[in-house]
């Protein structure tokens, strides 16, 4: 598809499982974002890569989250042992540029994460 | 850590009528950037400014940057229903953290037909 995709778009876990999001950015896009956005809220960045690097994760709450993209391509956000605070929209954002250069997010429409 | 703060968090006005919501930064930003996000729907890019002083219009969407590059407005001319949304501004982190951008926590735009 041309735009951001994400899956699952909706999740309802139990507390204490773990869970992953995926993410699929347009293709060519160096550049892949995490944000969290809760209802009422603007995006809470959670962490950038460059290509594959993953070269800021400082917004990630806790040791519990982690991100990767291995080939550059598309990423899995994973939250271990979930806790009902973990509940929020989970979104990826793409660009076209690199880490020097701010432009447009490209986002996705987002991973409804609801945990019991 | 930069912060970024827009005013008025709600605002419901007669189709028609004008709208403007208000972004202030913390610290003094590269550029800011605007985006509109639709009831259950994802942010989407509205435009981007860079030069002090700049005004950028798109239709009746007017976007001016401050002077100082702490602030920014974004103003709306006779509303129409499909302006309805919620408009977030965002600005980059500085020196290595220009790819980090820090939304506000937007304002929510309602239009009566």
């Known amino acids: 598809g041309a735009g951001v995709s994400q899956s699952p778009r909706y999740k309802v876990t139990k507390r204490g499982q773990d869970v992953a999001l995926r993410c699929d950015p347009i293709s060519g896009h160096v550049s892949l974002y995490w944000y969290r956005q809760a209802l009422g809220q603007g995006p809470e960045f959670l962490t950038y890569?460059?290509?594959?690097?993953?070269?800021?994760k400082s917004g990630l709450p806790n040791d519990r989250f982690s991100a990767e993209r291995p080939e550059g391509s598309i990423s899995t956000l994973t939250i271990q042992r979930t806790e009902q605070r973990d509940s929020a929209m989970y979104r990826c954002a793409s660009s076209p540029r690199n880490r020097a250069n701010t432009g447009e997010l490209f986002f996705g429409e987002g991973s409804r994460l609801t945990v019991l | 850590g930069q912060q970024v703060m827009q005013i008025p968090q709600y605002q419901h006005v007669q189709e028609g009528e004008d709208f403007t919501t208000y972004c202030n930064s913390s610290t003094t930003l590269s550029n800011i950037q605007w985006y509109k996000q639709r009831p259950g729907g994802h942010p989407v890019f509205l435009i981007q400014?860079?030069?002090?002083?700049e005004v950028k219009k798109q239709k009746r969407l007017t976007f001016q940057f401050g002077e100082a590059k702490k602030n920014s407005s974004l103003h709306i001319t006779a509303t129409q229903t499909t302006d309805v949304g919620t408009y977030f501004c965002a600005g980059p982190g500085s020196g290595g953290s220009n790819y980090k951008l820090t939304f506000g926590k937007g304002t929510l735009l309602t239009v009566n037909p």
């Open positions: 890569f460059n290509y594959e690097a993953q070269q800021d």
């Open positions: 400014l860079v030069k002090s002083g």
